[in-house]
């Protein structure tokens, strides 16, 4: 069954803070198998998207995850940064 990307990117911000759920959650609430919600996280991962695990804080981000929110904050200004943290539960140090 295809999905739209439309929809495929709904399930993928629910990925994100504030929401992180897990895609065991996710697949129940959407009715979308666990391995195609893997696979999708694993293309936005691989296009440079920031998709950590649900259930792992900042501590438990691989390496690609920590460098991919480097390369999104670079450019940032002090505030732009703290809005950017606040989205997303993180601390800007």
Known sequence: MGYSP???????KRMLPPNNLAIRQLSQDEGISEATLHKWRADARSKGQLLPDADAGPEGW???????????TAALNETDLAEYCRKRGLYPT
Do not use: G, T, W
Not at 6 to 12: D, F, G, M, N, Q
Not at 62 to 72: H, I, P, Y
């Open 6 to 12: 439309e929809r495929k990117s709904a399930v993928l």
């Open 62 to 72: 691989s390496s690609r995850d920590k460098f991919a929110a480097v390369l999104e």
